[in-house]
């Protein structure tokens, strides 16, 4: 679906989410075709509305268990992160919930900051102070590399962005 995605308009992407997610749900379906619908999902998921995007988020954060292979983790995190962009505020926050429970599943770190930023993104102010709150835990908590640090920085700069001021004064207190 790749490029044709980007192009659809909200109607017809929301079509293609449907029959992606249908076509996900078929049965004994081999991982690599699985890892391509997937991608394609979130190729189409930048073009939904919101409730179209609500739908495709569940149903991406619902796909995203521990017994799946990495690589199939590491495409509905994408997409996830994908999705994320056309997430109301509430919906996004269910969806920062379920990437922070991830966050420490390893080698998926940093596939999940960089969905976790774009999650950020659309949290209103009260979600973006719990968000805060776990990222500054999650800086002080874990030992990290320094890219995975610069991560987890970076998003934390972008969810202080949506901090209303008694929040963000309290940020700026935790540095």
Known sequence: MGSVGGRLDAAEAAKAATDLR???????????TQRFLIDALGSVGGRLDAAEAAKAA??????????????TQ???????GSVAAR?????????????FARVNWGSLYGE??????????????????????????????????????????????????LLDAAEAAKAATDL
Not at 74 to 80: F, K, M, Y
Not at 92 to 99: C, G, I, R, V, W
């Open 22 to 32: 249908i076509r996900l749900d078929r049965p004994n379906l081999d991982t690599n």
């Open 58 to 71: 569940t149903d991406l954060r619902a796909r995203m268990r521990p017994n799946v292979d990495e690589q």
């Open 112 to 161: 999940t900051l960089t969905a976790l930023g774009s999650v950020a993104a659309r949290l209103d102010a009260a979600e973006a102070a719990k968000a805060a709150t776990d990222l500054r835990a999650q800086l002080d908590r874990t030992p990290v590399d320094e890219n995975t640090r610069g991560s987890l920085i970076s998003v934390l700069g972008s969810v202080e962005g």
């Open 87 to 99: 997430l109301d505020a509430a919906e996004a926050a269910k969806a920062a919930t379920d990437l």
């Open 74 to 80: 590491r495409s509905l995190i994408s997409a996830l």
